[in-house]
């Protein structure tokens, strides 16, 4: 089902995505390598619950931690896990959480330390195609607007791999509503938007072929090739004019500069 929000929702909505922003830039702060994807689960599932949310992943579909940690050749969908995060790895962190009967559901991909130039390339274009995205999020849009937006900019543009077989969502009392919103498609195509129509969109970019494939544990998709993927994800309200960003990467990038440990360097 599609539900487009009221002005009233639209705000406790947003609190909801800055909760998710809040705690990703918690693990902003204290990432290191060393440190292992199921610390930052822990700290993400204790932060969250601090501040009066209840965790959305755990046990979705049977999905069994708090975060998805998704470490360079893993697209999304990662286990946290025991194995210390090393320089040079790259890891999405998307969490979820429920705040006051509302969802929020973002990810950004961070570099620990030092890493090839072409891993720092991707991270950059991914983030910079995630934008490009939301700017076609206005109302009398179409769906397809915002995945040929991120398409051209990502495989058109620098050859990287747009994962077909995972999509972006509505977002609203439940984590995945209709309408799907793929990170491909064509212009002036699809589903037309709607002010207040409340999308998580979610670029999933592979540095090489966008075929991807799931582990035997049922949940980890990884890219066929070996090669890295970079996922960020932002909760966006469809607006007459300008999209309205719900949840706030600012805050994660000021936690990430001020934090040796992690790579800035494409800022
Ligand atoms: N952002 C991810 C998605 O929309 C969250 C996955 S939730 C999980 O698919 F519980 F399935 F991991
Ligand atoms: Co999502």
Known sequence: MMYTKTEEQVVLMKEAAMLVSKTLTEVATVLKPGMTTLDIDKLCMEFAKDHKGTLSFYNYHGYPHNICASVNDVVVHGFPNKSPLK???????????????W??????????????????????????SLYMGIEKAIANNRIGDIGYAIQEHTEKKHGYGVVRELVGHGLGKHLHEDPQVPNYGKR????????NLVLAIEPMINMGTHKVFTDEDGWTVKTQDGKPSVHFEHDVCVKKNEALILSDFSIIEAAEKANINLNTSYY
């Open 188 to 195: 002036g195509t699809g589903l037309k938007l709607k002010e």
């Open 103 to 128: 969802h929020g559901d973002h990810a950004y991909t961070f570099i620990i330390g030092e890493a090839n130039a072409d891993a720092i390339d991707l991270v950059r274009i991914t983030k910079e």
């Open 87 to 101: 320089e040079g790895d790259i890891v999405s962190i998307d969490f979820g959480v429920i705040l006051n009967g």
